[in-house]
């Protein structure tokens, strides 16, 4: 839910309602908001507008995005109703501070992190540069794609990735880390980081 479609409990209720007509479903999975960057007071009251799609059965889980502690914190205080996720950028190269909080809203809060970005992003994985080459040994050491390692990375880290792809073969890749029951190959779940 971005601030340019919703600002307000009740612009959220008519937003989702948009979403849902425009994509032909009765429901979504996850709702988010985008960003905290509307202030406390407008940010608590979009959230109500989002649990308000939940308590209707037209979202099964809904969540924030690139919120940290205090910002979730307050979410909670102001209206009682705690995220189920907060999607942040998250891969290796991400600051330990970033890092420290997914942790630590997993453990306390019980608060997944999705991790968007979670391929690096290009500065990250350029040809020559220092962590391109350090990603690739380990990709190497394992037999493994380079995508494979940051999806595994992020899923010991207790991160959902959503790594994006318009290639078939990436996708099927990337869907390599699951069980097999899930859709990964034989190999998958065998190999660990370490």
Known sequence: MSPNRARTR????????????????????LLLIHTPKLGKAQTVDLWLGLADVKRRGKARAIGVSNMNWGEI???EAAT???PEVNQIQFHPWTPPEWRALQQRLLTEKGIVTTAYTSLGGSRFRALGSHWGKALGRVA?????????????WALQQGAAGIPGSASEAHIR??????????GGGEAAGRWVLD
Not at 16 to 23: D, G, N, P, R
């Open 10 to 29: 009740a612009e959220a209720v008519a937003a989702a309602e948009q979403i849902l007509k425009e994509m032909k479903v009765d429901y979504l999975d």
């Open 73 to 75: 914190s307050d979410l």
């Open 80 to 82: 009682g109703e705690r």
């Open 140 to 152: 190497a050491k394992h037999g493994v794609a380079e995508s494979q390692v940051l999806l595994r």
């Open 173 to 182: 890749s990337n869907l390599m880390l699951a069980p097999p029951a899930m």
